[in-house]
């Protein structure tokens, strides 16, 4: 089934997202910095979305370019090191921006560390805004804070922008209850709840961040940003990924 079929035959289930992206993905077959063609393809896949009506926050990380933990862990301290990473995504940030706007896509960035020449101050009530006018707003710097990951980040903003999910972008195809990597028979999740998740230890996003979502019941959806029309076909409600939500036990991925 292709875009149009999607669109003629199904509603769209989420109607304001919060895209989470890791900066690895921008890096795309490299293993640092910004591969133009990856960040053009996500920007296609991005205006696709927005293409439909889809009001979209955008948190972006910073890892392809500096990450702090692994800085801090030889030996810088970690303070310096974690707004050394929040610099970093606001260069994402414009990148991500730069790219939409070749669309003619409206964006804003805004940062929670000041930058003011080049993005705007994180604001919540101009960020709903902005939203409301189907803008696209690129949320970078974190939380403004050190010791906050990323992901922390998308949990919170999404939460204060009252968006209806979380679609975390990565560079896998969902959970699995083993590492696939090492064991050829760990099967993939298409729904698991937060207590499933909790009990059984599945890493989906570091715990500041999961507590913040199933606190709020803010559902989560994790994919792999790589594959075809997937950020279209998960607005539109197809089976995609792997949906963490408040509801009770696990499904496995029939497909599989």
């Not at 948190?59 to 974690?82: C, L, P």
């Not at 590492?179 to 989906?204: E, G």
């Amino acid at each position: 089934m292709d875009v149009d079929d999607v669109a003629t035959s199904k509603k769209i289930q989420y109607r304001r997202v919060l895209l989470k992206l890791s900066g690895e993905v921008l890096a795309g077959p490299q293993k640092y910095g910004i591969h133009v063609d990856t960040l053009h393809n996500l920007a296609s896949e991005i205006a696709a979305v927005h293409a439909e009506g889809v009001e979209l926050a955008i948190v972006i990380g910073g890892g392809n370019i500096y990450r702090g933990m692994s800085a801090a862990g030889e030996g810088m301290d970690r303070v310096t090191a974690d707004y050394m990473g929040m610099l970093a995504t606001i260069i994402n940030g414009l990148a991500l921006q730069n790219a939409l706007e070749q669309r003619d896509i409206i964006t804003r960035v805004q940062t929670a560390l000041e930058v003011r020449s080049v993005a705007e101050p994180f604001i919540r009530r101009k960020a709903m805004r902005h939203l409301e006018k189907n803008r696209i707003v690129i949320l970078a710097g974190g939380t403004g804070n050190p010791y906050f990951t990323t992901d922390t980040t998308a949990a919170l903003r999404a939460i204060e922008l009252s968006c209806d999910i979380i679609f975390k972008a990565t560079k896998v195809n969902g959970i699995y209850d083993d590492d696939p990597n090492r064991n050829a028979n760990a099967r993939k999740y298409s729904y698991v709840s937060f207590d499933h998740a909790l009990q059984n230890h599945l890493k989906i996003m570091d715990s500041t961040a999961f507590s913040l979502c199933m606190d709020n019941k803010m559902p989560i959806l994790v994919f792999n940003v790589a594959e075809k029309n997937v950020l279209t076909r998960a607005v539109y409600g197809e089976s995609v990924g792997t949906l963490v939500n408040s509801g009770k036990g696990a499904q496995y991925d029939g497909s599989e």
